[in-house]
T-cell receptor, first 115, second 109 residues
Framework: GAVVSQHPSRVICKSGTSVKIECRSLDFQATTMFWYRQFPKQSLMLMATSNEGSKATYEQGVEKDKFLINHASLTLSTLTVTSAHPEDSSFYIC???????????FGQGTRLTVV | GQQLNQSPQSMFIQEGEDVSMNCTSSSIFNTWLWYKQDPGEGPVLLIALYKAGELTSNGRLTAQFGITRKDSFLNISASIPSDVGIYFCTPGGSEKLVFGKGTKLTVNP
């Protein structure tokens, strides 16, 4: 199988600060990674598509200046929540796939709480 | 735009019972994927379906890809407590996955 690891699994931060979440594909190279957000009792909502070596593609309604995505290598993508507010508190999940024709593997998620 | 409906939204069953849930879409797809999400975890792929009419099993789980390519169902036989979680369907075929709202399964021992 393929393993995708997220770090940290939980983080609490103060309003106005920034938080970085890492997503790593441990045993395969992922040209593309995806970032999702999941509010309580809701489904996963795609935030952005992260492409190695290029700018991320954001879904409608997602602020690119607030949710900074960097895909520095074929095994690492980072999501930085800037100037976090309590309403940004959510479960953030990444996924990665080897290519467009194979299934995506998900990280274990990061629970962000902004106080 | 594409509409994806998943039902039921929640189920409460007794251990040992069989479970059935389904997904329907307004669009035709070439792939259907079923994921399970445990509380506080990321989704894990259960079954992938690639052909219309395909019936695939994974242990006690069976999923079928509808002939019209607009729907899929997932059955769980002889449920056990660890089946608890949220089950999501998503039409695959591309990297960008759109998820149904999920079926929350509760299994009472």
């Amino acid at each position: 199988g393929a393993v995708v690891s997220q770090h940290p699994s939980r983080v609490i931060c103060k309003s106005g600060t920034s938080v970085k979440i890492e997503c790593r594909s441990l045993d395969f190279q992922a040209t593309t990674m995806f970032w999702y957000r999941q509010f309580p009792k809701q489904s996963l909502m795609l935030m952005a598509t992260s492409n190695e070596g290029s700018k991320a593609t954001y879904e409608q309604g997602v602020e690119k200046d607030k949710f900074l995505i960097n895909h520095a290598s074929l095994t690492l993508s980072t999501l930085t929540v800037t100037s976090a507010h309590p309403e940004d508190s959510s479960f953030y999940i990444c996924s990665a796939s080897r290519d467009a024709n194979t299934e995506a593997f998900f990280g274990q998620g990061t629970r962000l709480t902004v106080v | 735009g594409q509409q994806l409906n998943q039902s039921p939204q929640s189920m409460f069953i007794q251990e040992g019972e069989d479970v059935s849930m389904n997904c329907t879409s307004s669009s035709i797809f070439n792939t259907w994927l079923w994921y399970k999400q445990d509380p506080g975890e990321g989704p894990v792929l259960l079954i992938a379906l690639y052909k219309a009419g395909e019936l695939t099993s994974n242990g006690r789980l069976t999923a079928q890809f509808g002939i019209t390519r607009k729907d899929s169902f997932l059955n769980i036989s002889a449920s056990i407590p660890s089946d608890v979680g949220i089950y999501f369907c998503t039409p695959g075929g591309s990297e960008k996955l759109v998820f149904g709202k999920g079926t929350k399964l509760t299994v009472n021992p």
